[in-house]
């Protein structure tokens, strides 16, 4: 039967196989229409690839990771064509590249760059190379040092074939914690990211003479090269390029998630570096009991029953050590009262840092006074657990507080964690400034307990 229309005094309406038809050759063109330039590009791509080779996926050649033909590890900065680029995005650090030849002046902590594109005005950047910069405090202490593709006209005093990696031992330094909170640890992710050969000059500023003597066996762990005391230094010296600023990873941590490398370092590692740093000579004594080490303190913080706490330790059945390192004592005697220990006991503090030195397996016990448990949790629980070190959290009660006489309950309410932060910084003060009288039998029981760990240990060790 012919489809047709007819009229009516309807509608004039169309037989539905006839729109069906219609239709389809509406969508049969509009596919030809769309296929024709897709297939063009794509015949075009063939016959580009043929002629010059395969496109690169990164025309400009910056990648996350990369190797050189000799196996050696390479850094690219986020914008390698350009002289100098700096990553202000991070919330402990900043850190800037220089990508091309550079002559380092050390009397005005300056570096002049080639500029190839020879752009008007130069280039200037400005970096404090701490990696605290949310904590002004600490930064008011750090040298800043300029960047600038503007023109030197001095010549080269030293000439360098390796790369530099300028940094600053100013801020916190000389508190053992951030020692390695913001130096060491830091050292050790940048280098192991961008130099895992170690072939890399250390240029640093606020280098005090204390520091290079007190850490100079562990500083020489992360070059082969002489390090310049920028502080002291007068001569110009020349690089092919560097890194200013040192990369964080957060409070005393080692992520190997967040690492260049192909085989990324964790907090183990950094562990075990210091270990063959001051293991030199070192025998390990025979012990018949477990060796507890309190770390002791003598201003704020302080266990004022500290005599008592001793002879309950002994009492458990510990080889009692009463240990308070100061800026001058050697590391390799830090090294060794810990290392041979099983279980470290100290009040949350700087000491507590040592606790890097301690074998897998050994006891951290941690005294938290009101209101510090997350910051002890941030700078020394969380690192026992990446040591795979036994971990123990005394937290003390109100009534074990210096403050249980001077302030009201509601401020020491221990479950109020945020409270020593608000209004203003005195609160800090007023808890960070606290000191412990431990209830013996409390406490006893929790060195009970560390007591036991210990003791598997020593079994695990002797088997």
Known sequence: MMARNFTSTHTSVTIPETSHIMNKKRQSKTLTICLIPLLFFLSLDIILT????????????????????????????????????????????????????????????????????????SLVERILPYPRKW?????????????????LYSPCAVTHTAPALVFSAGGFTSNVF????????????????????????????NCSDW?????????ARFTHHAVINLDKETSTHCFPSAIVGLTSHGPMTVDPT???????????????????????????????????????RSHYRVILNQDKVLKVAEDVGFNVVEF?????????????????????????GAGL???????????????????????????????????????????????ESSLANEHPKEMLDPNDQGGMLKSDWSNWNMYMNQNVTLNLARFKRYLERAYEKAKVLIQKESS
């Open 353 to 399: 840092t040592n606790e890097l030195f301690l074998r897998p397996g050994s006891v951290l016990m941690q005294i938290v006074p009101i209101r510090l448990s997350w910051l002890g949790d941030i700078c020394y629980g969380k690192l026992a657990i990446r040591l795979r070190l036994e971990y123990i959290v005394y937290d003390i009660a109100i009534e």
């Open 324 to 348: 308070e390192p100061t800026r001058e004592t050697p590391m390799e005697e830090i090294f060794r009262v810990l290392h041979s220990s099983h279980v470290m006991v100290g009040v949350h």
């Open 50 to 121: 043929l002629i010059f080779g395969s496109f690169e996926r990164n025309p400009t050649g910056t990648q996350d990771f990369d190797t050189e033909e000799n196996g050696k590890q390479k850094w690219e900065s986020p914008e390698p064509t350009w002289s100098i680029t700096c990553d202000r995005s991070h919330f402990e650090y900043d850190v800037c590249y220089i990508n091309r030849p550079f002559i380092l002046d050390p009397v005005t902590t300056t570096s002049f760059s080639v500029d190839p594109t020879n752009s008007t005005p």
């Open 258 to 296: 967040l690492q260049r490398d192909p085989n990324p370092k964790t907090v183990i590692d950094f562990s075990a570096m210091l270990i063959t740093t001051y293991s030199h000579g070192y025998a390990f004594p025979t012990q018949r009991r477990p060796k507890m080490v309190l770390m002791s």
């Open 135 to 151: 904590q002004h405090n600490a930064m008011e202490s750090v040298k800043e040092v300029t960047l600038t593709t503007a023109p």
């Open 211 to 219: 520091w290079l003597n007190k850490y100079g066996k562990l500083i």
């Open 178 to 205: 951030h020692d390695f909170n913001e130096g060491f640890i830091p050292l050790f992710v940048t280098v192991n990211s961008f130099f895992n050969d170690q072939d890399v000059i250390l240029a640093i500023v």
